[in-house]
Every structure is written in structure tokens, then in C-alpha cells.
């Protein structure tokens, strides 16, 4: 079958490998759509810590069933359609225990310690069943939006610590996909009143904001983005802001622009090489601001994220603007870096 394989930074494949074996706690699926993300384009660049060998990439995966070990936990059967999780806890450590599943400190996750979905098949492995990973897709949602499932999960994580009233105003650094789903969900679920998308990209803001529709966009590298958020807000700053960038300024900013009991979630990481922020700790103090981090998401936040798809509270079938053919995955790894397309999928 062919596979992207990552072999070193900067050196990935795809190449014609043994079609892998189901074995007897496991399941094999043949995938269907294995959507890309940013932190794709920078495990090809930079790989990653947990990738300690040559690996097949992917984790945003949806397939059908095609063999069931006898073994096997879950009740699968052949020619069920099915969505599996990214990260995968371990079930028995103190934060599972607690149910924090998406802070589980032995996480392992699929594309890097197991062989991902850039693949034409796929074993979930035995621990994504033991934690309840695998999830059957609603009839109603095609495979390449059950796809995006992950990617929502890990929104849906970050906003539920924010507290999101009806009627919150909302900022979101990022037009790329993620900043797209944050407001998706933010007005499917939480209906917050004004949306705000803060991007230094022109061209996705224009093709971001055609798709979601915020209030107001702002390019912050024209723009004071957060004395016009103090405009917008007649002085008193935005209720909830999300940096669904990895861009240290955002963090900082979203900072100085909150209201007054402000929730702020840092849901995109900073570069390793550069993860500290200033931070005026009088406004955190004095507004009494509440910071977020937001670290992926558990297989609970998967499953929700398939029923809003499924109830059309949360649309994402507009939100995925490329679908690219397996043998040109590279394809679209570079769309993603360009930032061309909102959510870029790979059909084996």
C-alpha cells in the first residue's frame, strides 16, 4: 500500500509499504480521509519528541472498518464507519483517574508512536480501544467531515474551561482552520453575541471570514488590534479571547485587551525555542483575568464533536476547502503552510 512515512526532518515519503496486520486486540481500517493540520507541516520540518523512528504520519483519521481482531475490545464489525482520536491516554494514571484525559502524563498519540492515517489502511492499536477512542460515525456525516472531528474536539476542550456566556464578545487570533471551528462552536454552542477574527494574512482573513462571517476583522499587522477591540467595545475590552496562533504577540495582546473577569485560552503553542510571553500581571491581577491553556482533547470531546456535526449545531463540511489524493499528500502540506485553503483533507 503506499504511505507518507517520516524518516528524518525534512525527509518524508510516500512510498509503497506491507499492508499492515490486524492483530488479535486490535482493528483495521481502511482510511477513507486523514485530514492535515499545522502541526503536520511542522513534524515535517522540525519533526517531533515522540516520533523516535520511521513512522507513517497522520492523525486526524476516518475509515471503514475491514477487520476485526478476535480479541478486540469495542463490538466493532466490518463496514462500520468509524472516527479515531489523535492523542490517546493511558486510562490509569492520577489525571485519567481525575478525568483529564487530555492532560494524561503517559499520552501516546497516533502518527507518532503508532503508524498514522496518510496511509491506504491503519491498525488502531489496542489502547485506543481500552480508552473508548474509536468512534462510530453518525450516519449523516461523511467520512472527510468525521475527519475533522479531532481538530473540533480540541476546540471544544479549550472552550468548555472559559466559562462563555450568551452574549459574549469574541476574539479570535487565527484565520486558519482552528480559528474557524473556535467560532463555529462559540456561536453553535455558546451563541456569543460579537465575533471578532484577527489574522496577518489578508487573503485568509478575506477567504476565512467568507465561511464564518465574524462582526469584524481586523489584520493586526496594519492595525492597533487591541485599541480597536477597546473601540469596538466602548473601553471595556473583550469577555473571551483565543490565540489560536503560535505567535508569542498574540498571547500579549490578548492580555491587554481584556475586559474585566476576561477569559483568555492560549490554545496554540509557542515555538520550543522561544515559549515566554510579558506578561503585565497588575491587568491579570486587577481585571482579575482568567488564563486557559488548552492541551488537545479526550476521546469524550471526539464524541461531541461528532454529535455537533451530526445536529448541524456545528457545521464543518464548508470549512474543508481541498480535498488532495493520497500520492499528492506533500501537495498539501504546502497549501497548509501557505495558507491557502481553510481544512485540507488526504483521500487514499
Not at 52 to 77: I, K, P, R, S, Y
Not at 96 to 125: H, L, R
Request: hydrophobic share 40%.
Amino acid at each position: 500500500m503506499k504511505a507518507l512515512r517520516f524518516y528524518a526532518p525534512e525527509d518524508v515519503r510516500v512510498e509503497d509499504v506491507p499492508e499492515p496486520e490486524c492483530g488479535p486486540n486490535e482493528v483495521k481500517i481502511k482510511v477513507k480521509n486523514c485530514s492535515t493540520c499545522g502541526t503536520d507541516v511542522k513534524i515535517k520540518k522540525n519533526g517531533h519528541v515522540n516520533i523516535t523512528g520511521t513512522t507513517v504520519m497522520g492523525h486526524e483519521v476516518a475509515g471503514e472498518v475491514v477487520e476485526v481482531g478476535a480479541d478486540a475490545l469495542g463490538g466493532f464489525q466490518v463496514g462500520d464507519r468509524v472516527q479515531c482520536i489523535a492523542a490517546v491516554p493511558c486510562g490509569d494514571c492520577y489525571e485519567c483517574d481525575k478525568g483529564w484525559m487530555e492532560v494524561c502524563q503517559n499520552q501516546t498519540s497516533v502518527g507518532y508512536q503508532y503508524d498514522g492515517g496518510f496511509a491506504e489502511y491503519m491498525i488502531v492499536p489496542e489502547q485506543v480501544l481500552k480508552v473508548d477512542g474509536l468512534n462510530r460515525i453518525p450516519d449523516n456525516v461523511g467520512y472527510d467531515e468525521a475527519s475533522a472531528a479531532e481538530p473540533f474536539a480540541c476546540a471544544i476542550n479549550a472552550q468548555e474551561q472559559l466559562g462563555i456566556e450568551e452574549g459574549d464578545f469574541l476574539v479570535v487570533f487565527g484565520a486558519g482552520p482552528i480559528g474557524c471551528m473556535h467560532i463555529r462552536i462559540a456561536r453553535g454552542v455558546h451563541k456569543v453575541g460579537t465575533v471578532v477574527l484577527v489574522d496577518i494574512n489578508d487573503e485568509r482573513l478575506a477567504m476565512s471570514a467568507d465561511a464564518v462571517r465574524p462582526d469584524h476583522v481586523i489584520n493586526s499587522a496594519n492595525e492597533d488590534v487591541v485599541a480597536k477591540v477597546l473601540e469596538l467595545t466602548g473601553g471595556r475590552g473583550a469577555d473571551v479571547v483565543i490565540t489560536a496562533t503560535p505567535a508569542n504577540v498574540t498571547q500579549e495582546q490578548a492580555i491587554s485587551m481584556a475586559a474585566r473577569n476576561g477569559r483568555i485560552s492560549f490554545f496554540g503553542g509557542l515555538p520550543k525555542t522561544d515559549p515566554y510571553i510579558r506578561c503585565d500581571s497588575n491587568l491579570v491581577h486587577y481585571r482579575q483575568l482568567h488564563i486557559h491553556g488548552a492541551n488537545g482533547s479526550s476521546p469524550t470531546h471526539n464524541k461531541r464533536a461528532l454529535e455537533y456535526i451530526s445536529t448541524g449545531q456545528v457545521p464543518v463540511k464548508d470549512l474543508i476547502t481541498k480535498h488532495i489524493a493520497l500520492e499528492n499528500v506533500l501537495d498539501a502540506f504546502d497549501i497548509v503552510a501557505k495558507g491557502e485553503a481553510i481544512k485540507v483533507t488526504v483521500e487514499p
